[in-house]
């Protein structure tokens, strides 16, 4: 049962041009939401993050957007850098309980031509 | 500063034979996560721990697999009798709750890449 998922698994996008990253997820108790960037032989970076009571977040180049009544967020990466490729990893979890555990999804993997 | 380091980075082991792995969080943070990663996959939670207390445990952890964190500080995560199915990235995380701010995101360690011959 894959409470979280992202059908894309691979996006290439031009250098400048904007990334849109997506993730479903199923179970209606996640209220916190975050994204990870990963690059080979290390472990996944924090990026930016959003509570359920929120529906948009900025962080300089990254937007998360979330649609609560679709169960499902966005990534968007504006302007795209070469840098920014690397797997990319939503990942959500209950804001008090459990710990806070995370639930990710399968990731997607950014190409960034120059 | 310093994040949060795990050692070894690799360790290639034969079937059947026990290995252990530690985890060094930020220092301020009360809270440490295991979690596993296959090729191809996203990380699985294995267990976490507020201060020295193990909270929770993932079905996914055998009884073959043991974590402790002692005095709350670093943790370790011991594999008994290995197995090929263990070879896999262990990840370790590392997080301060705040309330306040509303933030919860945990911060990642480099992982061991372990391979189980």
């Known amino acids: 049962d894959q409470q979280v998922k992202q059908n894309s698994p691979s996006l290439s996008v031009q250098e400048g041009r904007i990334s849109i990253l997506n993730c479903d997820y199923t179970n209606s108790m996640f209220d916190y939401f975050l994204w990870y960037k990963k690059y080979p032989a290390e472990g996944p970076t924090f990026l930016i993050s959003?509570?359920?009571?929120?529906d948009k977040n900025e962080d300089g180049r990254f937007t998360v957007f979330l649609n609560k009544s679709a169960k499902h967020l966005s990534l968007h990466i504006v302007p795209s850098q070469p840098g920014d490729s690397a797997v990319y990893f939503c990942?959500?979890?209950?804001?008090?309980?459990?710990?806070?555990?995370?639930?990710f999804g399968g990731g997607t993997r950014v190409l960034v031509k120059p | 500063d310093t994040g949060v380091s795990q050692d070894p980075r690799h360790k290639i082991t034969k079937r059947g034979q026990n290995v252990t792995f530690r985890c060094d969080p930020i220092?301020?943070?009360?809270?440490l996560y295991w979690y596993r990663q296959t090729l191809g996959q996203g990380p699985e939670f294995l267990t976490y721990?507020?201060?020295?207390?193990?909270?929770?445990k993932s079905r996914l952890l055998s009884d073959r697999f043991s974590a402790e964190r002692p005095k709350g500080s670093f943790s370790t995560l011991e594999i008994q009798r290995t197995e090929q199915g263990d070879s896999a990235m262990y990840l370790c995380?590392?997080?301060?709750?705040?309330?306040?701010?509303?933030?919860?995101?945990?911060?990642f360690g480099p992982g061991t890449r372990l391979t189980v011959t």
């Open positions: 721990f507020q201060n020295e207390a193990q909270l929770e």
């Open positions: 220092s301020e943070h009360n809270r």
């Open positions: 990942a959500a979890s209950r804001f008090v309980a459990a710990g806070n555990k995370l639930t």
């Open positions: 959003i509570s359920s009571i929120k």
């Open positions: 995380a590392s997080s301060l709750a705040d309330l306040k701010q509303g933030r919860y995101e945990q911060y």
